[in-house]
């Protein structure tokens, strides 16, 4: 994107590692010399810190791996076994539980960013379409991660989901059985869960890497939604303003974090799976983390079990089609008036649809469910289709410079 | 060829293995149920209900109107010939699988908890979300008092 590299090793051994394996080179062409648009905002950083929230699950995943038992007898025992005898080992646990939450809270904050800002228009629809990717890997970490404990909602909520696996047609209980290992989640069910949970977080890593190339083949987005122009004018380089920027944020946010793993470390979760795993018992309710609520709102919104699959993982893959679903070539809602309205309210929708997730399914909870899922879906395959063709659109700014001086005249900096 | 025989042990390991296998069958002595009595065993690690049912408790489900149903089935093909007052069913409601409660919801059958389905006492689903009946494991009388489930 920003032409050829500017590194130029000084010492005798960076030329000489240069010339066999140029690592440096990459790193300071990615990290240092690459330039970004000069009016990203903090919306910007969410990268940043989803790369440390993975890096701090793998770390804190590994080492609690070290003391955890995968088996349907031990697993329960062995958690406790880490919250109490294992040195740190109450903040090790803490640290993860909570970490897949914040990772769960930057993803959708980097998700929603990309909605508001027509991040995934073109020329980005590959990267937009490598995140839904990734955003379906964390899905399923997340979820065999919460059964490791094997107390009674990581029983009953594998329970529910792997049933699902029951809806397809012909094959679908042969299919649930294999998964399964056997007639019902148990032991076997624990076991590969493990296995999986432990490798799903490296292809999480690979395919990010490949998200950020496909991103550092494009460039970043920035708030107007007008593409860089000229480099000298529109962009910095990374390192320092990218740099700093995002060590800040991710300040901020490991503070925020801090706060729930160390003052609220239970809040999030649900006292029922404090209670080892009874598969002759069903709790009250059954519900998932609140990542999923949801998802899990628009499962139970659909009467039929096959449609109810169907359409929850629609849900997700609509996504996907983002980029040839909206039709404005106007990138950013900040110039989509209209858009911009649409955009708040299917945040709201979306936060209603997790709200019912959570709640027991009665008849009203059933009916407001149905709505908002409805609307969930008509945001993607009829407003945005639509608006495109009729959307009146405000002037866009001719280039990012004019953007940021237009702005800083209009709040008297220099 | 050769990508086939490396793959299918690969798949093959997932499915259940021998000592899953083994507990694919359980006796269960069924003299200290008493009429009106459920009883909840464990068999191939889900619940299994066993309910001694009283007359009235037979009537009301040899009666119901098996067409207005959801799943319509005669309660005579739920049972076997001669042993009418004993149930056999897989205790998993055939909605998302949480385990329903005896004795409860409109027919006196069972009451799902988790979203509402209503099972009578043939095991029936009756109202409420899940598609079929409890499900009737393959089961014989070794005697009078032993079941054989699977």
Redesign the interface.
Known sequence: MSGHSTYEPSIGLTRWLDARLPIIRLLHDAGVSYPVPRNLNYMWTFGGILSMMLAVQIITGIVLAMHYTPEASMAFSSVEHIMRDVNYGWMLRYLHANGASMFFIAVYTHMFRGLYYGSYKAPREVLWILGVIIFLLMMATGFMGYVLPWGQMSF?GA??IT??FSAIPVVGSAVT??????????N?TLN?FFSLHYLLPFMIAAVVILHIWALHVVGQNNPSGVEVKDFDKDTVPFTPYATVKDGFAIVVFLIFFSWFAFYVPNYLGHPDNYIPAN????P???VPEWYYLPFYAIL?AI???LGGVIAMFSAIIVLAFLPWLDTSKVKAATFRPIYRMFFWVFVLVSLGLGYIGSQA?TDGTTLVGRLFTIYYFAHFLVVLPLLGLFEKTKPLPASIADAVLAKNAATGRA | MGVGAVAWPLISQMSPDASTLALASSEVDISGVAEGQIVTIKWRGKPVFIRHRTKKEIEEAVAADNASMPDPQADADRVKKGKDQWLVLVGVCTHLGCVPLGNQGEYEGWFCPCHGSVYDTSGRIRKGPAPKNLEVPDYVFETDTKVKIG
Not at chain 1, 177 to 186: E, I, T
Not at chain 1, 279 to 282: G, K
């Open positions: 009953w329970t529910v049933n699902l059985n294999w998964l399964w290992g056997g007639y019902s989640v148990d076997p590969r598969p002759l018992v069903t009250a309710h059954i139970r009467p039929s079990k399914p």
